[in-house]
C-alpha cells in the first residue's frame, strides 16, 4: 500500500504546484463562505469551474510542451514585445492582488491563537500584524535567492502539504457529518440574503488561468516534451481534480454547519469558520482550523509570488526560468505589493474574510486577456499533424473564455457598487 502512494506521488508533476497555490487560505475562507450563503446550489458552480480549469490547465500544458520557445516569447513574436508585456503585466496584477488575500490570510489564521491576549484583537490594526507580515515577506524573499534547485524543491513541498490538507479536509468532512449535524445550535431556515462577491471569488480562484497559464511553464521546467503529453493530460486531470474535490470537502462543510442558521450567524472571521469543528474539538477547534489556514498560506504564498515574477520577466525578454535573477528580483516585487495592499486593507478596519473574498473575486478582471492569449497559441495554422491541440481541448477553453467575460463584467459591477455604496 505505502509503496503504490509512493509510487503515484512520484507520478504527480507540475500541475499540482497550480493545485496548491489555487488551494490557499483565501480560497478556504471564501468556499466556506460560500457554502454558508448558497447552500448546495453553489456546488454546481463549483464544478463547472472545475471542469473548466481542467481545459485551461490541458491547454497551456499542451502549449509548454509544443512550441519551442516559452509563452511569451511566442506572443512577442506573433503580436510585438507591447502585447507580451500587456498579458504579463496583467497576470502580474492578478497575483499581487491575490497574494495580498494570503497576506491577510496569515493575520486571520493568528487571530484566534491570541485573542485572548489584550483586547482580543492584538494582531487587526496595529504595528505587530505589520511587523508579521514584514518578517514572512522577507523570510519567503531570503529562501527565494538563497535556495538552489528551486523547482525540485517547490514541487517535492507541495506534493506533502496536498496530501496533508486532503487528508485534513477529509477528516473534517468527517467530523461535521457525524457531529455537527446533531449539534442542537444548527437550526435551519430558509431566509437569507446571499452576498455574490464570495461566490465570484471562489469561482476567481477555482478557475485560476493565471495558475492555468504557469503549467505552460512548469512542464518546460520539468523538461517535458511532446513525447510526454500523455503524462502531462493525467497529471493535469489528476492534479486540478484534487483541487475540486478538497474545495468540495470545504464547501459541503460550510453548508452542512453554517448555512440557513435560524440565529442569523455569519462568517467574518476566522474563528466563524472554525465553528464547524466545535462538535468534536470544543474550543481547540479554533486552534487547528488556524493551523490549516496557516498550512494553507504557507503552500500558496511563495508560489503564487513566483507566478507572477516570472511572467512578467518572460514577458520582458529577462528569462523564466527561476534560476534567472530577474524572475527573482520581480517575484520580490509582487511580494512587496501583496503586503503592502495587505497592510492598507488591515489598516480600514474591515471584517477579515470580507475583505479577502474581494481581494478573491478581483483576480477574475484578468481573466479574459490570459485566456485570449492562451487560446490564441492555441489555435495557431501551423499546429497541424501531432502538435495539433484536440478539439475538446479548445472547445472547453472557449467556454472558458465566454465565463470569464462574464464574471470579468459581473465582477466589475459588483465590486463598483460595493465601494460606491
Given at each position: 500500500?505505502?509503496?503504490?502512494?509512493?509510487?503515484?506521488?512520484?507520478?504527480?508533476?507540475?500541475?499540482?504546484?497550480?493545485?496548491?497555490?489555487?488551494?490557499?487560505?483565501?480560497?478556504?475562507?471564501?468556499?466556506?463562505?460560500?457554502?454558508?450563503?448558497?447552500?448546495?446550489?453553489?456546488?454546481?458552480?463549483?464544478?463547472?469551474?472545475?471542469?473548466?480549469?481542467?481545459?485551461?490547465?490541458?491547454?497551456?500544458?499542451?502549449?509548454?510542451?509544443?512550441?519551442?520557445?516559452?509563452?511569451?516569447?511566442?506572443?512577442?513574436?506573433?503580436?510585438?514585445?507591447?502585447?507580451?508585456?500587456?498579458?504579463?503585466?496583467?497576470?502580474?496584477?492578478?497575483?499581487?492582488?491575490?497574494?495580498?488575500?494570503?497576506?491577510?490570510?496569515?493575520?486571520?489564521?493568528?487571530?484566534?491563537?491570541?485573542?485572548?491576549?489584550?483586547?482580543?484583537?492584538?494582531?487587526?490594526?496595529?504595528?505587530?500584524?505589520?511587523?508579521?507580515?514584514?518578517?514572512?515577506?522577507?523570510?519567503?524573499?531570503?529562501?527565494?535567492?538563497?535556495?538552489?534547485?528551486?523547482?525540485?524543491?517547490?514541487?517535492?513541498?507541495?506534493?506533502?502539504?496536498?496530501?496533508?490538507?486532503?487528508?485534513?479536509?477529509?477528516?473534517?468532512?468527517?467530523?461535521?457529518?457525524?457531529?455537527?449535524?446533531?449539534?442542537?445550535?444548527?437550526?435551519?431556515?430558509?431566509?437569507?440574503?446571499?452576498?455574490?462577491?464570495?461566490?465570484?471569488?471562489?469561482?476567481?480562484?477555482?478557475?485560476?488561468?493565471?495558475?492555468?497559464?504557469?503549467?505552460?511553464?512548469?512542464?518546460?521546467?520539468?523538461?517535458?516534451?511532446?513525447?510526454?503529453?500523455?503524462?502531462?493530460?493525467?497529471?493535469?486531470?489528476f492534479g486540478i481534480c484534487v483541487l475540486g474535490i478538497v474545495t468540495?470537502?470545504?464547501?459541503?462543510?460550510?453548508?452542512?454547519?453554517?448555512?440557513?442558521?435560524?440565529?442569523?450567524?455569519?462568517?467574518?472571521?476566522?474563528?466563524?469558520?472554525?465553528?464547524?469543528?466545535?462538535?468534536?474539538?470544543?474550543?481547540?477547534?479554533?486552534?487547528?482550523?488556524?493551523?490549516?489556514?496557516?498550512?494553507?498560506?504557507?503552500?500558496?504564498?511563495?508560489?503564487?509570488?513566483?507566478?507572477?515574477?516570472?511572467?512578467?520577466?518572460?514577458s520582458l525578454g529577462k528569462g523564466w526560468r527561476l534560476s534567472d535573477?530577474?524572475?527573482?528580483?520581480?517575484?520580490?516585487?509582487?511580494?512587496?505589493?501583496?503586503?503592502?495592499?495587505?497592510?492598507?486593507?488591515?489598516?480600514?478596519?474591515?471584517?477579515?474574510?470580507?475583505?479577502?473574498?474581494?481581494?478573491?473575486?478581483?483576480?477574475?478582471?484578468?481573466?479574459?486577456?490570459?485566456?485570449?492569449?492562451?487560446?490564441?497559441?492555441?489555435?495557431?495554422?501551423?499546429?497541424?499533424?501531432?502538435?495539433?491541440?484536440?478539439?475538446?481541448?479548445?472547445?472547453?477553453?472557449?467556454?472558458?473564455?465566454?465565463?470569464?467575460?462574464?464574471?470579468?463584467?459581473?465582477?466589475?459591477?459588483?465590486?463598483?457598487?460595493?465601494?460606491?455604496?
Amino acid at each position: 500500500m505505502i509503496g503504490r502512494l509512493n509510487e503515484l506521488i512520484g507520478k504527480i508533476g507540475p500541475t499540482i504546484i497550480v493545485a496548491a497555490v489555487v488551494l490557499g487560505p483565501g480560497s478556504i475562507l471564501t468556499s466556506s463562505r460560500v457554502g454558508a450563503d448558497f447552500g448546495f446550489p453553489a456546488w454546481f458552480v463549483l464544478a463547472l469551474s472545475t471542469f473548466l480549469m481542467i481545459g485551461m490547465v490541458t491547454l497551456a500544458a499542451r502549449l509548454g510542451v509544443t512550441y519551442e520557445r516559452s509563452l511569451c516569447e511566442e506572443l512577442a513574436a506573433r503580436l510585438g514585445r507591447g502585447a507580451s508585456l500587456f498579458v504579463g503585466l496583467v497576470l502580474f496584477l492578478v497575483v499581487a492582488l491575490f497574494q495580498s488575500s494570503n497576506n491577510l490570510a496569515i493575520i486571520a489564521g493568528l487571530e484566534p491563537l491570541v485573542e485572548d491576549i489584550g483586547d482580543g484583537r492584538l494582531l487587526a490594526g496595529t504595528g505587530v500584524s505589520l511587523m508579521v507580515l514584514v518578517v514572512i515577506n522577507f523570510f519567503v524573499a531570503f529562501c527565494l535567492f538563497r535556495v538552489r534547485s528551486l523547482y525540485s524543491q517547490i514541487e517535492r513541498l507541495m506534493k506533502i502539504l496536498v496530501l496533508v490538507m486532503i487528508f485534513a479536509f477529509t477528516g473534517n468532512l468527517i467530523v461535521v457529518i457525524f457531529g455537527a449535524l446533531d449539534s442542537e445550535a444548527v437550526q435551519k431556515t430558509t431566509s437569507r440574503k446571499s452576498d455574490l462577491i464570495p461566490l465570484l471569488g471562489m469561482i476567481g480562484t477555482t478557475f485560476s488561468i493565471g495558475g492555468a497559464f504557469y503549467q505552460g511553464y512548469l512542464v518546460r521546467e520539468k523538461g517535458w516534451k511532446l513525447a510526454d503529453w500523455k503524462k502531462g493530460l493525467r497529471d493535469s486531470i489528476f492534479g486540478i481534480c484534487v483541487l475540486g474535490i478538497v474545495t468540495s470537502f470545504i464547501l459541503i462543510t460550510s453548508v452542512l454547519t453554517f448555512h440557513g442558521r435560524a440565529d442569523g450567524f455569519e462568517l467574518k472571521s476566522v474563528g466563524d469558520v472554525a465553528k464547524q469543528l466545535e462538535p468534536l474539538f470544543g474550543k481547540g477547534a479554533k486552534v487547528i482550523f488556524s493551523l490549516g489556514i496557516m498550512a494553507g498560506a504557507f503552500s500558496s504564498f511563495l508560489v503564487n509570488a513566483v507566478i507572477g515574477g516570472t511572467i512578467l520577466s518572460d514577458s520582458l525578454g529577462k528569462g523564466w526560468r527561476l534560476s534567472d535573477t530577474m524572475p527573482r528580483v520581480l517575484t520580490c516585487c509582487a511580494l512587496l505589493i501583496g503586503m503592502g495592499v495587505a497592510s492598507w486593507s488591515l489598516s480600514g478596519g474591515s471584517g477579515t474574510v470580507t475583505l479577502i473574498t474581494i481581494a478573491q473575486a478581483l483576480t477574475v478582471l484578468g481573466l479574459p486577456m490570459l485566456a485570449a492569449a492562451l487560446i490564441y497559441l492555441g489555435t495557431r495554422k501551423e499546429l497541424v499533424g501531432e502538435r495539433k491541440v484536440p478539439k475538446w481541448i479548445l472547445g472547453t477553453c472557449w467556454l472558458g473564455f465566454v465565463v470569464a467575460c462574464s464574471l470579468a463584467v459581473k465582477t466589475a459591477l459588483m465590486v463598483w457598487d460595493k465601494v460606491s455604496g
